[in-house]
């Protein structure tokens, strides 16, 4: 089995991507996407981290993190939210999982693994930041990233981070960025 190599710094802030099995739409609707942001709250308590910014897509989410200075442990996160949506989703692809993941009990809800990034500086938050609210543009969902309601966009708006039109002239590198 491969070792994956992941950054750890405590006190560190993280860029995500998580992707659902197969790339199923699980977050199409409003359900799962409530789920999700309980599942969230739930894990916070125990293990607390602040969410920097977020999107949910259809099929997958990006967001960035940034842990409590004396944590490090981002995995362990992970691992309790996607099992605790997983236990209480009502969906799932039995038909479509292998023989490997049936015999571990799993669902066919997420990809095993996820991708992380650690933020470098100001300039790389700022970068992942136009990568999240930047896209369900990408992805053909919206015109603009104020019409994605499931983002922290409208938040940084309201922080005056973003103009509402921010996406309509987006900057050259943005569309070029891809870092999934």
């Not at 989703?89 to 650690?118: L, N, P, T």
Request: one cysteine or more; proline letters at 4%; hydrophobic letters at 35%.
């Amino acid at each position: 089995m491969p070792e994956y190599r992941r950054a750890w710094q405590r006190g560190g802030t993280f860029f995500f991507t998580v992707v659902t099995y197969r790339r199923y739409p699980i977050f199409d609707g409003e359900t799962a996407i409530k789920l999700l942001n309980k599942c969230f709250q739930v894990v916070m308590v125990e293990y607390p981290f602040k969410i920097d910014a977020i999107v949910i897509l259809p099929d997958h989410l990006h967001c960035m993190w940034t842990l409590p200075d004396n944590e490090l442990d981002f995995s362990i996160r992970w691992k309790r939210i996607k099992a605790n949506f997983t236990r209480n989703y009502s969906g799932g692809r039995a038909e479509d999982i292998s023989e490997s993941m049936r015999r571990k009990g799993e669902r066919g809800v997420w990809q095993r693994r996820f991708w992380e990034h650690q933020i470098r500086d100001q300039e790389d938050f700022n970068r992942h930041c136009d990568y999240i609210h930047y896209n369900p543009v990408k992805h053909g969902l919206v015109n603009l990233p104020m019409e994605w309601k499931h983002s922290s966009f409208r938040r940084f708006v309201e922080k005056g981070l973003y103009s509402e039109g921010w996406g309509l002239t987006v900057r050259e590198e943005v569309l070029k960025m891809n870092l999934e």
